[in-house]
Structure formats: structure tokens, C-alpha cells
């Protein structure tokens, strides 16, 4: 007799508007796949607020800390002074310093054919540390607003080891340093300087090259085929990986990783959209795909690979579509027609 898959605990997120919903539809799918995850559902965003007082409460961050993994629905951080972004105070606390969005076609028809893409962006320094003030000048508080970004060396060294071990791992064969050192000189010419230094111990299995951010963006709508894995600061992550998520269908295509040394959160990276939620439109496949990420993290490859082939099939071949997609089916007959592949 087989032995069994030894079973994972991972905290559950089901977050705000569509959250409840395609996370739902995503748990019935990985149990249909045999994923070995034993979830544990925790209160986070706007229900959170309403029940705990806290859009991250202390026994969400306690789940997370003791599992180590997570899977989390789209969080509506609530408007209102002195509430922080409910995923960067999350990246804070269990310093996920890599954010991993991969790109890769999966509704055919598109645009842009067989896209493979990673993008890979540092996730805790650069403009994101958030050090912003106003200086007032004469009866104006508000006459010049000043904002720090800052890169350690550490920190770009950090990232740039990581990106370089997971294309080294995943058979990649170029990183593209995306930077703005032409005029940021320190502040990305320190992150070009350091990513360049870690590269030159894979040459000869890994080609580097690098990017000025603006040129990037263009030839990624030119020509993304020439790219394979972006290495990237923080606020010209966030931008470029929404890029190349509209190369593969936009945002409910696009799954992401937030990944540390202690902790790792997949995640969908869209919207928590109210204006649909309870309606049974949502599509979960975003969910789906970081599904597969954590996965793929577990060491669960062949599972994963199931996942997104039954993807494809069922939107492809079986022509089973969300709304989003120009098809008719619910969020529930999306997830029974992948369930059915699976």
C-alpha cells in the first residue's frame, strides 16, 4: 500500500468582496487534486476590522508564523487614517523580501502567444519603506511633500541570490536587471552593482543582462520573447509585473508569491472587486495558479503541473469560461469543469 502524502498545514485567507468565493472554489479544486493541505482558516481584512478590530489579527499572524505558508484571497484595506496596507504590513512581519509574479499564456487567442515570463521583485526596501513627509512653506502644510527611497546592500544582495538559485533551479537561462541607474544612481545603481556581482557566479549556465526601466517596458510590449526571468526593486516591480500580467490576459491571470525565509504567502494578485461579489461571477483561476506556485514550493511539481494543464484544457479545449474571459460560466461551473478534468 502507498504511503500517504504527509499532510501540510497552511493558514487560509479567504479575504474580502470575491474572496470567500474563489477561494472556495480553489479549496474544492486542490482537494479534488489530492493537494495535501490541511487548511486553517484566519479572519483578515475588512471582516476582521469588524470582528477583531484588526484587518490582521494577532492569531492570523500566529497561523502564519506557525505554518509558514499561506494562501490568501484578495484584502480591501480599509479607508481610514493610520491603516497601513494590509499586504505590505504582511511582507513586513514575516520579511517575504521576494515577490515571484510568473506570466505564462494559458487562454489562447490573445495578443501575445506563448508568453513565459518571471518577474522577480525585491519586496521590502526602495520606495515601499514608505519614509514620506510634508515641509510647510509659509501658510501651505502641505507645500512640498519629500519621499526616501533606500537600498541596502544586503537587501540587493539578498534578492539578487534568490532569483539567480530559482532560475538556476527552474532551467531559466537569463536574468534581466532591471534598474534606473542612469539617474537614480545610487539608489538603483547600488541594486545594478550588487545584482551584477552575484551573476558572475553562473556565468558560463546563466546569460545577464541589464535594463534601463523605461526601455524594459517598451520591449516587453514589442517583444516580450526575448525575456525570461526580470530581477527587479520594488516600484518598478509593482508596475512591470501588471504589465506583463496584461501580456497574458490581465490580473485574473496572474498569480504571485510573497516569499521569505521563514514564511511564504501565495496569492491573487487582483482586486477583492465588491461590485461583483456573492454575484458568482468571479473567476478563481488567479487563485488557481498561486495555488499551483505553493505547490510547486512543497516540492508538489507533478500535482501543480496537473493543475495548470487542467486549466488550460477546461478554458481551451472545453471552452469553459468566466465572464472575464467571454464566456458564461459561474465561478461554481468553472471549478466543476476543472474538477471534472482533474
Known amino acids: 500500500m502507498a504511503k500517504a ?3 501540510i498545514p497552511v493558514t487560509l485567507l479567504e479575504g474580502d468582496g470575491i474572496g470567500p468565493e474563489i477561494v472556495a472554489a480553489s479549496c474544492r479544486v486542490l482537494d479534488a487534486l489530492g493537494a495535501p493541505f490541511d487548511w486553517e482558516p484566519q479572519p483578515a481584512g475588512l471582516s476582521a476590522v469588524d470582528s477583531h478590530g484588526d484587518p490582521l489579527p494577532q492569531a492570523t499572524l500566529d497561523s502564519i508564523r506557525r505554518n509558514g505558508l499561506a494562501l490568501k484571497g484578495p484584502l480591501t484595506t480599509p479607508v ?3 491603516i497601513r496596507s494590509i499586504n505590505v504590513r504582511l511582507r513586513e512581519e514575516f520579511q517575504l ?12 487567442g490573445g495578443r501575445f502567444a506563448d508568453i513565459d515570463l518571471v518577474l522577480v521583485r525585491e519586496n521590502l526596501e526602495g520606495f515601499y519603506v514608505g519614509y514620506e513627509h510634508y515641509i510647510p512653506v509659509g501658510g501651505d502644510p502641505k507645500a512640498v511633500a519629500e519621499s526616501a ?16 538559485d530559482y532560475a538556476a533551479r527552474h532551467g531559466r537561462k537569463k536574468v534581466t536587471i532591471v534598474h534606473k541607474a542612469n539617474i537614480l544612481k545610487l539608489l538603483t545603481g547600488l541594486f545594478l552593482e550588487t545584482a551584477m556581482e552575484v551573476g558572475k557566479r553562473y556565468e558560463g549556465q546563466i546569460a545577464i543582462e541589464e ?3 523605461d526601455n524594459c517596458a517598451m520591449q516587453l510590449v514589442m517583444n516580450p520573447w526575448q525575456f525570461d526571468v ?12 501588471d504589465q506583463i500580467a496584461g501580456l497574458i490576459g490581465g490580473l485574473g491571470m496572474a498569480p504571485g508569491g510573497n516569499i521569505g525565509k521563514d514564511a511564504a504567502i501565495f496569492e491573487a494578485v487582483h482586486g477583492s472587486a465588491p461590485d461583483i461579489a456573492g454575484k458568482g461571477l468571479a473567476n478563481p483561476s488567479a487563485l488557481l495558479l498561486a495555488a499551483a506556485m505553493m ?4 516540492d508538489e511539481h507533478e500535482r501543480a503541473e496537473r ?10 479545449t472545453d471552452g469553459i469560461r468566466t465572464g472575464d474571459l467571454g464566456g458564461k460560466a459561474s465561478t461554481e461551473q468553472f471549478a466543476d469543469g476543472l474538477i471534472a478534468r482533474l
Not at 523580501?97 to 489562447?108: M, S
Open 5 to 7: 502524502a504527509q499532510r
Open 295 to 298: 505547490l510547486e514550493h512543497v
Open 97 to 108: 523580501y521576494a515577490n515571484l509574479r510568473p506570466a505564462r499564456t494559458i487562454v489562447e
Open 149 to 164: 527611497g533606500i537600498n541596502t546592500r544586503e537587501g540587493c544582495r539578498r534578492i539578487a541570490e534568490w532569483t539567480f
Open 80 to 82: 481610514g487614517k493610520g
Open 307 to 316: 493543475l495548470r494543464t487542467a486549466l488550460h484544457t477546461t478554458i481551451n
Open 230 to 241: 526580470l530581477l527587479t526593486t520594488n516600484l518598478f516591480g509593482d508596475i512591470l509585473s
Open 211 to 213: 535594463r534601463i526601466v
